[in-house]
């Protein structure tokens, strides 16, 4: 059965194929499967797979995915998404209005409504004080976490980071259920943005005061929300939840859920042997034959993201010399051989599901030996004594993978194609394969020529912080003045079709400019034990943005 489905993040860069948040479910001698019901009717205890934690359970200062994934048992958000990526309520149900003011300057209201009824899990109830506390916390001048919140141009945030002022006056508590935020101009992601985790102040917010996040901090490796788990330990890399009566949405059917830590590599066998009962390895045909001979239950689902060979243009200035480079990514034999039919060569730097993604795109640079040449000499390159060479110096590439030193990689084949046809031509391809932690070190610093990694997205297709010239992850040194206007554009209009246009726009520039050869569009996997889980109760067309962690609290064991 092939689904789709996908984790929600922030615009990330991840390294080779892994997915952004290992997971999965199942018992083992750490945490036998309790088969003793509840009053509530909750029934037996459930354990999933995840990759390694570092403990920081907070929706405010997680450092991994991987936390954050516990984060979302425990914490209900402001807002959610439905199967298409659309904003929709949650915790608070919304109403957007743009407005003018006096002077003629356009400005954005939001006004979020939170729903009758909701507690946390200590059954205190959820109100207007709790949403703005959580929007100080994430808008301090000393807020150190992953959220962008702050890069919104709420109107008086300036004078809250930067000043005396001790209130945003652009977000106000009209009532107890009540608040309104109001931002200059317009910015389609803002409201993905807003989709923030509600904590509770009187948990969370006990010692909080501008500029002093310490006693929230606190509360880091002790969460507390609304979520439909209550945090319980974390304990010989086991975390325990158990079931939340207070759930807004419905009390879960589990009575307990643990995270056991996993090894990637061992993601398959731990549902084989029955030591959790859902994880999610890496798709490969060979993963799925092993399922299928196993008898295990897996759904193929569609990555947000893509990955892609990255090239630095400050490093390689020469535009002939990448697009020469380009030309030499065989890219199709090495996706079929890692992936078979789990993924395809995409011809765009976007993912697929993407909204904004070209369907009809074609392809840009093709693989073609001689074409290359022809852009090296383009470049000023010359043949001499069997070297291509420049002012006296030969062409060198340095390129970055983070294979683990055995490239283990989708993306390896195609650089070692490129290293057999750059060395017939007298050229140097240098690859260095390294673990993840030291190739991000590099890239950081802009210490790779080329590079290979993948993107995870939002479901706002927003490039400012990929490709924009002052954009925090432009990676690629790119300075486009045209590029920099239409991404600015597509952030001034909430009009699809348009946003859509100048997107494909700037998808050929940054094709043109060849500093990004996009290379496969791939899927995730999720495996179940069908002797452990009900999969009757797993969510129903599953898409990249709602998957079975969306309807959590209906997912049953098997009695």
Same mark, same amino acid.
């Given at each position: 059965?092939?689904?789709?489905?996908?984790?929600?993040?922030?615009?990330?860069?991840?390294?080779?194929?892994?997915?952004?948040?290992?997971?999965?479910?199942?018992?083992?001698?750490?945490?036998?499967? +309790?088969?003793?019901?509840?009053?509530?009717?909750?029934?037996?205890?459930?354990?999933?797979?995840?990759?390694?934690?570092?403990?920081?359970?907070?929706?405010?200062?997680?450092?991994?995915?991987?936390?954050?994934?516990?984060?979302?048992?425990?914490?209900?958000?402001?807002?959610?998404?439905?199967?298409?990526?659309?904003?929709?309520?949650?915790?608070?149900?919304? +109403?957007?209005?743009?407005?003018?003011?006096?002077?003629?300057?356009?400005?954005?209201?939001?006004?979020?409504?939170?729903?009758?009824?909701?507690?946390?899990?200590?059954?205190?109830?959820?109100?207007? =004080? /709790?949403?703005?506390? &959580?929007?100080?916390?994430?808008?301090?001048?000393?807020? !150190?976490?992953?959220?962008?919140?702050?890069?919104?141009?709420?109107?008086?945030?300036?004078?809250?980071? !930067? %000043?005396?002022?001790?209130?945003?006056? %652009?977000?106000?508590?009209?009532?107890?259920?009540?608040? *309104?935020?109001?931002? =200059?101009?317009?910015?389609?992601?803002?409201?993905?943005?807003?989709?923030?985790?509600?904590?509770?102040?009187?948990?969370?917010?006990?010692?909080?005061?501008?500029?002093?996040?310490?006693?929230?901090?606190?509360?880091?490796?002790?969460?507390?929300?609304? #979520?439909?788990?209550?945090?319980?330990?974390?304990?010989?890399?086991?975390? @325990?939840?158990?079931? @939340?009566?207070?759930?807004?949405? %419905?009390?879960?059917?589990? /009575?307990?859920?643990?995270?056991?830590?996993? !090894?990637?590599?061992?993601?398959?066998?731990?549902?084989?042997?029955? *030591?959790?009962?859902?994880?999610?390895?890496?798709?490969?045909?060979?993963?799925?034959?092993?399922?299928?001979?196993?008898?295990?239950?897996?759904?193929?689902?569609?990555?947000?993201?893509?990955?892609?060979?990255?090239? +630095?243009?400050?490093?390689?200035?020469?535009?002939?010399?990448?697009? %020469?480079?380009?030309?030499?990514?065989?890219?199709?034999?090495?996706?079929?051989?890692?992936?078979?039919?789990?993924?395809?060569?995409?011809?765009?730097?976007?993912?697929?599901?993407?909204?904004?993604?070209?369907?009809?795109?074609?392809?840009?640079?093709?693989? !073609?030996?001689?074409?290359?040449?022809?852009?090296?000499?383009?470049?000023?390159?010359?043949?001499?004594?069997?070297?291509?060479? $420049?002012?006296?110096?030969?062409?060198?590439?340095?390129?970055?993978?983070?294979?683990?030193?055995?490239?283990?990689?989708?993306?390896?084949?195609?650089?070692?194609?490129?290293?057999? =046809?750059?060395?017939?031509? #007298?050229?140097?391809?240098?690859?260095?394969?390294?673990?993840?932690?030291?190739?991000?070190?590099?890239?950081?610093?802009?210490?790779?020529?080329?590079?290979?990694?993948?993107?995870?997205?939002?479901?706002?297709?927003?490039?400012?912080?990929?490709?924009?010239?002052?954009?925090?992850?432009?990676?690629?040194?790119?300075?486009?003045?045209?590029?920099?206007?239409?991404?600015?554009?597509?952030?001034?209009? @909430?009009?699809?079709?348009?946003?859509?246009?100048?997107? *494909?726009?700037?998808?050929?520039?940054?094709?043109?400019?060849?500093?990004?050869?996009?290379?496969?569009?791939?899927? &995730?996997?999720?495996?179940? &034990?069908?002797?452990?889980? &009900?999969?009757?109760?797993?969510?129903?067309?599953?898409?990249?943005?709602? @998957?079975?962690?969306?309807?959590?609290?209906?997912?049953?064991?098997? $009695?």
């Amino acid at each position: 059965m092939i689904k789709f489905s996908k984790k929600i993040t922030t615009l990330s860069l991840i390294a080779g194929f892994s997915t952004i948040a290992l997971i999965g479910c199942g018992g083992s001698e750490d945490a036998t499967p +309790n088969t003793d019901a509840t009053e509530s009717g909750a029934f037996g205890t459930s354990v999933f797979a995840v990759g390694d934690l570092n403990g920081v359970f907070s929706p405010f200062f997680y450092t991994t995915a991987y936390d954050d994934v516990i984060n979302g048992r425990v914490h209900m958000g402001l807002l959610g998404q439905d199967r298409l990526g659309q904003v929709v309520p949650e915790a608070a149900t919304f +109403n957007i209005e743009e407005t003018t003011t006096d002077s003629g300057d356009l400005q954005t209201v939001y006004t979020f409504t939170l729903q009758d009824g909701i507690k946390f899990s200590d059954g205190e109830p959820m109100t207007a =004080d /709790d949403v703005m506390f &959580n929007f100080l916390v994430l808008l301090d001048p000393t807020y !150190d976490g992953m959220s962008t919140l702050n890069t919104l141009p709420i109107v008086g945030l300036a004078d809250y980071k !930067d %000043g005396d002022a001790t209130e945003i006056a %652009g977000i106000k508590k009209l009532d107890d259920k009540t608040v *309104q935020v109001t931002i =200059d101009g317009i910015d389609p992601a803002a409201i993905y943005k807003f989709a923030i985790s509600v904590t509770p102040e009187h948990y969370y917010g006990t010692t909080f005061k501008k500029g002093d996040l310490s006693g929230v901090k606190l509360k880091n490796e002790a969460p507390l929300g609304a #979520g439909p788990f209550i945090f319980d330990s974390f304990a010989n890399n086991v975390v @325990n939840l158990v079931n @939340n009566p207070n759930y807004f949405f %419905g009390a879960p059917k589990l /009575d307990k859920l643990k995270f056991q830590v996993i !090894d990637q590599a061992n993601m398959f066998e731990a549902v084989r042997s029955q *030591q959790v009962d859902l994880s999610d390895p890496s798709a490969s045909p060979e993963m799925v034959a092993n399922v299928e001979e196993a008898g295990l239950h897996y759904e193929l689902v569609d990555n947000l993201g893509y990955g892609y060979i990255g090239i +630095n243009a400050e490093r390689v200035p020469d535009i002939n010399v990448r697009k %020469g480079l380009m030309h030499l990514m065989n890219r199709a034999p090495a996706v079929e051989s890692y992936y078979g039919d789990l993924a395809t060569v995409i011809e765009r730097p976007m993912s697929t599901v993407s909204w904004a993604y070209p369907q009809d795109a074609t392809e840009y640079y093709g693989y !073609d030996v001689a074409k290359a040449k022809e852009y090296f000499v383009a470049a000023g390159y010359t043949e001499v004594g069997g070297k291509l060479v $420049k002012d006296g110096k030969q062409l060198r590439i340095e390129v970055g993978i983070p294979g683990g030193g055995t490239m283990d990689h989708p993306t390896a084949p195609v650089l070692t194609q490129m290293k057999s =046809d750059l060395e017939a031509m #007298g050229a140097v391809l240098e690859i260095a394969d390294t673990d993840g932690s030291l190739f991000f070190d590099v890239l950081n610093q802009k210490g790779w020529d080329m590079w290979v990694a993948a993107w995870g997205s939002t479901a706002d297709p927003d490039m400012y912080q990929i490709y924009h010239s002052t954009g925090p992850s432009n990676h690629y040194s790119i300075f486009n003045d045209d590029l920099d206007k239409i991404i600015v554009d597509a952030r001034s209009t @909430n009009d699809v079709a348009v946003r859509t246009n100048l997107y *494909q726009q700037a998808l050929d520039i940054i094709m043109d400019q060849a500093v990004e050869m996009p290379i496969y569009q791939r899927k &995730n996997m999720y495996v179940f &034990n069908p002797e452990m889980i &009900n999969i009757d109760s797993l969510t129903d067309d599953m898409t990249p943005y709602y @998957n079975f962690y969306s309807e959590l609290q209906n997912i049953e064991m098997v $009695k």
